[in-house]
């Protein structure tokens, strides 16, 4: 139980509210209170109200505030670094959680300096089955988001390489959906169209959704853009080729979540999808006006099922998951001929993880996570290339176990130290691939929360990963008129190229350095500021063949085949490894966000809408718009340790004063709300980035002349931006992205410059949901939204030039970025 001293007008002012509302008081702290602090109190309405005027406080006497988790929110040491509520997801205008993820990457992106997959997914607190369990969620469902550190990963069984993201769900939610988009881009030549309906529903009993989609894109041809070619004959052959395919993808998937009881649930998803495309290559045996063709049909098969549930106090997932992807390409050859390749590829998976407190610590609970797990992969592929005909049949079975422990050294509460909260985890993992050598990693982290409002991370990791199984031993595969910048002779050529497997590959060997800082900054309410450090090194990395420039040709003289004149000709693309590489990098930046022009409430209204983010108390009333979460019978701990059901929703004043915004369930898009303005600024610095092809070659500095990929090399500054507001149902949100550029130093024509490069993203959208005059005149605009969209809004193209200031054919716009600026306009209603 945690203490607060509270003056006498606070302490008035507490009980009489406390009173009035008929729910526990709450301590409106930065810091999260313990769960040791839950109250078992009897309900406020059987208290007597107090008047502030005819009692007598003593200014010594100390008054016990009590409170509870929040249901939904995780059960975690470490501090969320940004925390989204209704209103905030509502300003970014999104339809999907899929689609607020991308609005939201600059805050979730990891800063491990490794590139940056999707985050770790969590609803209510909980494992998921799969991606596509959340993809679909439309954002009127959701109740609040939160942002964790990739520590947090750990204690749900998964590697701390990615941020962690927690979607809490409203309790009581249903809607059906109906999305129609449509766009082109301002230079012409293409059109994009999509529909898409879908179904959800939220309940006591679990959640039910579903969704369809069909998306059509005409091809773009060279002919359609501005290119300036080296000769008449290869402009002659601009309308044979494609810069962008026509392409029909058709897409149905579902999510069923079942609540077994008040602390087990059952997940599952299935999703079903084809794309069929076609590419123009070049001209054929009749010339531009026959052209060579590529055919080509992917089908994905993708299903996912996952338990989870409470043991006494220890939290319990089992999840499994099952793909197969089959794709066929038939490519067209002069001379009447046709290549076709055909693969397939399968994968299944299971995993088991149980976490939870091990034992008492001097300084609080010992909390372990533990998971085993399973994957099983299959690819076959088929390539008859004139008459040769080249297969593969690749397998690999990989058992694993992972597991973390985390260890509370200081805490107050404990009387254990007087500065903030400081834990150590440990985390270790193993694996075993049939096709390579077996695998170990372990890491430490410790994490020492200062303040509620302070928090510090350190964090050193060290693993070992192998190849993919394509990589190893993927058939080649041969492809003709590639076009290439060759920086030997400084001309653009079309090439042959090679790709497939290489099964000389070794194993990567790797080590991270992490020093992180999060901070809600008091002085300014909303305002959350995070620096990280990172440093990674990598030993015999597996990488696609780089671009090849001298370095690189002079490091595999037999990856390359030239002419008797040095005229480029093929190139074996193949994978290779790389001996070391190296890169450190800062990356901060600040999250402030803040709820303005709340509707006008009658009396006691307005406490009772902040009421209604708060959790309700055992026995108390549900909060507004919904049922209150279940609840567990046993300990504080058990109670916390279970979370709520899938559909539950979290409640309570997040931390730094966000969210504000109204929560409530129903089928449309919410009710007439307050305003809401944001803005989000990250700014990654790399201080190194540098790899050894191999010993005996000069180490490549990619922030300094260097390259191994076709965009050039590293850029030193990456600045993002994210801003919007969002006012009685109009939202306008922009988002920037600035990076310094790079060169490639050497070659026939000197250096090569890739300019700096700043883009623009706007978005404009009408809720008439929150317009009641609106709809009130045009009945037909209820429950509905229009968004305007403009993709790259100054049509920003990034510029490379040699030494002489001319642009080479494979670097112009038209083929670095064909859409260039792109427009769209999306209608969605809800029924």
Not at 3 to 13: D, E, F, H
């Amino acid at each position: 139980m945690k203490k607060y001293r509270l003056s006498t007008t606070s302490r008035a002012l507490l009980l009489t509210t406390a009173a009035s509302l008929a729910v526990p008081a709450f301590a409106h702290s930065e810091a999260m209170l313990p769960a040791a602090a839950a109250s078992t109190e009897p309900p406020a309405e059987e208290v007597a109200s107090p008047d502030p005027d005819d009692q007598d406080y003593d200014d010594e006497e100390e008054i016990v505030v009590t409170g509870q988790r929040l249901a939904g929110q995780l059960d975690t040491d470490f501090a969320a670094e940004v925390e989204l509520d209704e209103a905030a997801v509502a300003s970014y205008g999104v339809s999907s959680v899929e689609e607020l993820l991308a609005a939201i990457e600059p805050i979730t992106r990891s800063g491990r300096g490794r590139g940056s997959g999707r985050p770790v997914l969590l609803v209510n607190g909980r494992r998921i089955s799969g991606f596509g369990a959340v993809r679909n969620i439309p954002p009127e469902a959701i109740a609040k988001v939160e942002v964790f550190p990739e520590e947090v990963a750990l204690q749900y069984g998964y590697a701390a390489t990615e941020r962690v993201v927690n979607i809490v769900l409203k309790p009581n939610f249903r809607q059906i959906s109906a999305e129609a988009e449509a766009g082109v881009p301002t230079q012409g030549g293409q059109f994009k169209s999509e529909l898409e309906p879908g179904f959800i529903a939220i309940g006591e009993t679990g959640r039910l959704n579903l969704n369809a989609s069909w998306e059509h894109q005409t091809m773009l041809l060279e002919s359609e853009r501005d290119l300036q070619y080296e000769s008449a004959d290869r402009a002659a052959e601009a309308p044979a080729r494609s810069l962008l395919p026509a392409s029909d993808e058709y897409r149905i998937e579902g999510t069923i979540v079942r609540n077994l009881d008040k602390v087990t649930d059952v997940q599952g998803s299935l999703r079903f999808d084809q794309t069929d495309s076609l590419a123009l290559l070049g001209p054929g045996d009749g010339g531009p006006g026959d052209p060579l063709r590529r055919d080509s049909r992917t089908q994905n098969w993708e299903g996912s099922a996952s338990v989870n549930g409470m043991l006494d106090s220890w939290r319990w997932s089992v999840t499994g998951n099952y793909s197969d992807s089959d794709q066929r390409i038939f490519t067209d050859r002069t001379g009447g001929t046709t290549d076709r390749f055909d693969s397939s590829q399968r994968n299944i998976g299971a995993n088991a993880n149980i976490s939870g407190s091990v034992i008492e610590g001097w300084a609080g609970p010992l909390q372990a996570s533990i998971t085993g797990g399973f994957t099983s992969a299959r690819y076959d592929s088929r390539a008859a290339t004139g008459g040769d005909i080249t297969t593969s049949d690749l397998g690999r079975d990989t058992p694993s176990v992972f597991g973390s422990l985390t260890v509370p050294l200081l805490d107050p509460d404990y009387n254990v130290g007087k500065v903030g909260r400081l834990s150590l985890t440990l985390n270790a993992q193993a694996e075993r691939p049939s096709d390579f050598s077996a695998l170990t990693s372990w890491g430490a982290t410790f994490n020492w929360g200062l303040t509620g409002n302070l928090s510090l991370i350190a964090s050193y990791k060290r693993d070992e990963a192998a190849p993919s199984m394509t990589q190893l031993g993927a058939a080649p595969l041969t492809t003709d008129g590639v076009t290439t910048y060759d920086f030997a002779t400084g001309q653009t050529v079309e090439i042959t190229t090679i790709t497939g497997g290489n099964p000389d590959l070794l194993t990567e060997k790797r080590q991270d350095i992490k020093l992180g800082l999060n901070w809600d900054v008091p002085m300014l309410d909303g305002l959350s500021f995070s620096i990280d450090y990172n440093h990674n090194r990598s030993d015999d990395t597996a990488n696609s063949f780089p671009l090849l420039t001298p370095e690189i040709e002079a490091a595999f003289p037999d990856r390359v085949v030239r002419d008797t004149d040095g005229t480029l000709l093929a190139v074996d693309l193949r994978p290779v490894n790389f001996d070391r590489a190296t890169n450190s990098q800062i990356r901060w930046g600040f999250n402030f966000g803040k709820s303005f022009g709340e509707p006008k409430t009658g009396p006691g209204e307005s406490s009772r809408r902040e009421r209604s983010t708060e959790a309700p108390p055992p026995g108390g009333p549900p909060p507004e718009g919904g049922d209150a979460p279940p609840r567990r019978e046993g300990s504080a701990g058990e109670a916390q340790q279970a979370g709520p059901p899938p559909g539950a929703s979290s409640g309570g004043p997040p931390r730094g004063g966000r969210g504000m915004g109204r929560r409530g369930g129903g089928r449309g898009f919410g009710r007439p709300q307050g305003g809401r303005w944001q803005v989000s600024l990250y700014h990654t610095f790399k201080l190194t980035d540098t790899v050894l092809i191999r010993p005996g070659v000069p180490e490549l500095d990619l922030l300094n002349g260097s390259a191994t990929g076709s965009g050039g090399g590293s850029n030193r500054n990456l600045v993002e931006l994210d801003g919007g507001v969002f006012y009685k149902g109009v939202g306008a949100r922009v988002r920037a992205k600035y990076d310094s550029g790079s060169s490639v130093v050497g070659g026939a024509n000197g250096d090569l410059t890739f300019h700096p490069l700043a883009t623009f993203d706007l978005r404009f959208f009408a809720d008439f949901g929150q317009m009641p005059k609106v709809t009130g005149d045009l009945p037909f605009l209820k429950n509905s939204r229009l968004r305007l969209s403009i993709d790259n809004l100054f049509d920003a193209q990034r510029r490379v030039t040699d030494a002489g200031g001319a642009v080479p054919l494979s670097y112009q716009p038209g083929y670095t970025d064909p859409l260039g600026r792109y427009i769209e306009l999306e209608w969605r209603k809800s029924f």
